[in-house]
T-cell receptor
Framework: EPEVTQTPSHQVTQMGQEVILRCVPI?????FYWYRQILGQKVEFLVS????????KSEIFDDQFSVERPDGSNFTLKIRSTKLEDSAMYFC???????????FGQGTRLTVV | DQQVKQNSPSLSVQEGRISILNCDYT??????FLWYKKYPAEGPTFLIS?????DKNEDGRFTVFLNKSAKHLSLHIVPSQPGDSAVYFC????????????FGTGTRLQVTL
């Protein structure tokens, strides 16, 4: 069964460092998303990406965040200068059209120290 | 701004009985609703969805009911099994091109023997 894959599963970084979280969405999907979940809280939307551009972003997705789909298969989330409060599980998701289920990856646990 | 609410943080049900998880929403633009199951340190797994043109959708042991006038949906699991123990999130999206999912805060279901 096709699945969304994310790497790494766990990333520890020092405050102020840049991190790149990687995702390989399901191959025929057109819509891509990043979400995050701070421990014990709800899953929060960060950004959606369609047709090679950002469709929507949340207030969390400030200038420190960026997304890319560099090669038609990978979908990356970059945080330029990490803060302690960026520590969370980051989930990538994809769907093949609007108003269908989104499939989520297993997540990357980001720990900023 | 909690557009999707799950007012019960936890629920305990005996094996074999019915589990009913509830979700309320405030945004009248939402027209597609989903339920996800989530284990710790894993990504959300899609369970079942419903479009706003329907009031019920059934898939095996899982049934989702939608009451648009009350802006309320519920997930019924019959019969409940110990493997159903997890956190359940309801989510909603609107008709935007790359419409994001807005998640509720989750309900932890524990199915006891």
């Amino acid at each position: 069964e096709p699945e969304v894959t994310q790497t790494p599963s766990h990333q520890v970084t020092q405050m102020g460092q840049e991190v790149i979280l990687r995702c390989v969405p399901i191959s025929n999907h057109l819509y891509f998303y990043w979400y995050r979940q701070i421990l014990g809280q709800k899953v929060e939307f960060l950004v959606s990406f369609y047709n090679n551009e950002i469709s929507e972003k949340s207030e969390i997705f400030d200038d420190q965040f960026s997304v890319e789909r560099p090669d038609g298969s990978n979908f990356t989330l970059k945080i330029r200068s990490t803060k302690l409060e960026d520590s969370a599980m980051y989930f990538c998701a994809s769907r093949n059209r609007a108003n269908t289920e989104a499939f989520f990856g297993q997540g990357t646990r980001l720990t900023v120290v | 701004d909690q557009q999707v609410k799950q007012n019960s943080p936890s629920l305990s049900v005996q094996e074999g009985r019915i589990s009913i998880l509830n979700c309320d929403y405030t945004n009248s633009m939402f027209d597609y609703f989903l339920w996800y199951k989530k284990y710790p340190a894993e990504g959300p797994t899609f369970l079942i969805s419903i479009s706003s043109i329907k009031d019920k959708n059934e898939d095996g042991r899982f049934t989702v009911f939608l009451n648009k006038s009350a802006k309320h949906l519920s997930l019924h699991i019959v019969p409940s099994q110990p493997g159903d123990s997890a956190v359940y999130f309801c989510a909603a999206s609107d008709t935007g091109t790359a419409s994001k999912l807005t998640f509720g805060t989750g309900t932890r279901l524990q199915v006891t023997l």
